[in-house]
Each structure stands twice: as structure tokens, then as C-alpha cells.
């Protein structure tokens, strides 16, 4: 997809055979291309894991003497991982 902005995130959500889950995050804005370091992905165990991707995005205003607060959240269909030490 398009690059993330100003108050937009991506969440990968991996779960684990045991229903266990783990996260990475990356947070905008960004290029269109991001990369994780090695260490940010020590504390997940290798091995076949389901994937959501969720890009979230915090809207923030005020209009006619209201203040307005909208998270947006749009998921991926579920993917197949493999990951491998």
C-alpha cells in the first residue's frame, strides 16, 4: 500500500500455533517500503504463524467547539508465515 503518514501505524500481528501472540509495529510517517532490524524480531519464535496486518490511523480535530478523536483500523485477510532463524 501507500506509504504511511502523520498519525498512522502498522501493526503485524503474528499468532502462534498455541494462540499466542506477538507484534511488531512501525509508525509514520514512513517511505513506502519498510524494513524490521534483526533484534526486532528476536522475541518471536520461529515456525509457521498466522499474519494480520493492521494499519491503524488517529484522526484528531476540533470543529464548531467539538473535539473529535477517530481511530481507524483497516485488517488484512489472514497469511501464512514461515519464520526461520
Known amino acids: 500500500?501507500?506509504?504511511?503518514?502523520?498519525?498512522?501505524?502498522?501493526?503485524?500481528?503474528?499468532?502462534?500455533?498455541?494462540?499466542?501472540?506477538?507484534?511488531?509495529?512501525?509508525?509514520?510517517?514512513?517511505?513506502?517500503?519498510?524494513f524490521f532490524e534483526p533484534d526486532q524480531l528476536r522475541h518471536i519464535p520461529a515456525g509457521k504463524m498466522e499474519l494480520y496486518l493492521v494499519r491503524k490511523k488517529l484522526v484528531e480535530g476540533v470543529q464548531d467547539n467539538y473535539d473529535y478523536r477517530f481511530a481507524l483500523e483497516y485488517y488484512s485477510d489472514i497469511l501464512t508465515v514461515s519464520l526461520a532463524e
Open 1 to 34: 500500500g501507500a506509504a504511511l503518514g502523520q498519525g498512522e501505524s502498522l501493526l503485524l500481528l503474528f499468532t502462534d500455533s498455541l494462540s499466542q501472540a506477538y507484534t511488531l509495529q512501525a509508525n509514520g510517517p514512513t517511505e513506502t517500503n519498510i
